[in-house]
């Protein structure tokens, strides 16, 4: 099986590892070959998370610069940032609701404009999948579940292989008894979500 | 029941390094783990400490990585199956005791893993701790993936009791810190209770029983090195004439490089596992075969060093390259591309270049750097130390954890850093030769880890300085484990003491010192000033708990704050405390209620007294 690489970018507290963990649990339901990595340094005092998730038979856990097939930026301007990791045949998929880092309220940086941010990416790379995903998590129910809304959206693409029926599994045996019900239906709403941009 | 000890050997579970390493500690029936914390090896101990609140481990966080070592030293030494964990650095501190526990060698297994950082994801250096194996004369393992990082502690247990010697367990970053899906084996039954024989002439290094020790010491290093010749972990495959040598990840972007250029064909990979000593007679054999070698391995050329000694002993002349300035650097971490790519150059294929895209037109992207939480005590009591010093010169050696980031502008709290405890020992020396006046900070868990003989240093001769020790009540930069002032009791933990910071101090002699609460500004300004207007030692303890750990156990906090009309955007709140809750919407400072954590610092400080506390908390 040739190597998929998917590399997950998002800001702490964000809960991309949470999102890395249902992926790598769906992916040993369905026995497919996985290997992840992460860096989570200080990730609880504002930094940046990047997953990397390799499906296949490759050993590495981490996906050098221009290599991921697939980009899910749980932040637009992190998105931005992980541009350096994709190639002209990445599939990138982005939530659009800034949280712009500390930098720009001290005037020390400039946040992206949002229209030039996903031109730039749609230029560069195959696919743009943008969405809003704390919008649909508010509408799920918890503004916590941006991760669920976009694994739903990674999924539709069909880009990384894994089922919708084996992540929904994974989801329910391996999230929090209470937030489920909440999960799946974000999950459900980043997944039309991609359907109709798609 | 804790994950790692209700899951069935035979069971396939998704495992992050240090987890895998934990079950495999485990499934060996360790009895004793000693630690002090360490990212990345932290998850390890934390895992340990879980299981130990539910089975017969024991499990200490112990005040240094010196202390933890000596701890298991000695539970070994009395039979019993031990494992001490640290972060390369930390072998630094244990290495005192390290290099004379090799000379007395074990009787029950003892693994001692340092996690190694290429790269500096979270450490001051990336020291590449194989030589300590070297140094020491232990024996030493590196694994490659999560399943063999979780086989491989068995494997080191056995070893060390075969030996009677420590086995030095080197992971790096990536493999801390990579997920896999391993394959559980049976959990051994541990021995707990173990007894120690005297045998003073054997255990008491004084000079003569140490001039015999490291005779034996060598003897064992000779039978480890027959023993590393027939390890599983050290095996080929392939038949072509070019030789690749790799240890740890880098056999894992080797193996992806080679099938990546489609030259499986033409090269002979060996993976050494067992490090340490290197298996001399398997490497000739494996040099006589291959026209040309290459050595892949982050860090220093420990492996690279030894294969050339050995093609010298055989009188090889077949190049060896590993470190070269066309090759592999000594600098970070490698990846798959940059193996890819060397490996082409060095065996002379094509290999098409990486296929990014180009960002030259990409706008900057603003910075994220981490800093301190919104309410951190730390942002508190750097901003008093601020005003305290304000139109003074002065000097701010500062020290490790969530602190360190104070050195950040705008509270710039922080001039000079090496390791554990050195604010201390520094402060002493800057006081001595120039005229500014030295500030230091040192958090609690640091001062009990090894700044109290620096503190003890500069009473004893006198020097002039004062040293803040912010206090927050748990070690916060690692996910807050608990250290000797910890009030246990507070979190429903039995058996524990409590040692206080500020009886330390006052015991070992420091003529002033004084306790602030740094949520409380004037009053700390006020208390800073003073200290350092003493001409001696002075100690500030600033005393508040670490908010974001108040937030984990869902502790009651303060009400958020908001900025009202009355703001005449001075921005002082975001110039020199630069609390990041605070942001700009409509060229308006604001606060995000639901990151403030109601300190009231900005409130404090707000000249136009405009910043207010919300009436109705959500
Ligand atoms: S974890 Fe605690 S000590 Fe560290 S920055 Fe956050 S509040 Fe401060
Ligand atoms: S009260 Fe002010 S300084 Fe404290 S957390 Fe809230 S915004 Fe930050």
Redesign the interface.
Known sequence: MNPTRLIIVAVGGQGNLLASKVIGESALLADVPVRMSEIHGMAQRGGVVESSIVFGTARSTIISDGEADVLVGFEPSETLRALNKCNSNTVVITNLAPLPPFTVAVGSGIYPDLDVLQSLIKAKTANLIALDAEALAIEAGNVLSVNMVLLGALIQTGKIPLSSETVKEAIKTKTKKAFVELNLKAFELGFSAASQLG | MHKLLAANPGQ???LLGNEAIARGAIESGVAVATTYPG??SSEISLNFFQISQESDLYFEYSTNEKVALEVAAAAANSGVRSMCVMKHVGMNVAADALMTLAYLGVKGGLVILTADDPFM??SQNEQDNRYYSKLAGLPMLEP??AQEAKDMVAFAFDLSEKLQQPVIYRTT??IN?????VVLGDIQTPITQGDFIKDPFNYVTVPAVSRNLHVKLLEKLETAETISETSEYNFFSGDGPWGIVCNG?S???V??AVKDLDIAHKVKIFRVGFSHPMPRVLIKDFLKECEKVLVVEEGEPFMEETIKAFAQEEGLTLPINGKRNDLFSRLYEY????VRQCLATYFDVTCKP??????S?????????????AGCSHRATFYAVNKATEGMETICPTDIG?YT?GFMP?LSAGDFLICMGASVGTSCGFSKVTDKKVISFIGDSTFFHSGIPGLINAVFNNHNFTLVILDNGITAMTGHQHHPGVDMKALSMEGYAHVSIEEIVKAVGVPHVSVIRPYRVKKSIESIKEALNFKGVSVVISKEGCT?FAKALKKPRGRSFFVSEKCKDHRDC??EL?C?A???EDNRVKIDPALCSGCTVCAQICPEHAILPLKDDA
């Open positions: 396939k579970m998704l990212t990345p994801f979270s490659s993936s970053t990536r810190h990579s997920t896999e899906v990840v056999y894992n972007y193996s992806d990846n798959p591309a940059l990486a296929a990014g895209v180009n960002l037109d990409v706008p900057e992207i603003p910075q994220r750097p981490p800093s301190l939480c969530c980031l705008p974001l975001i110039n630069a990041p605070f942001f700009i």
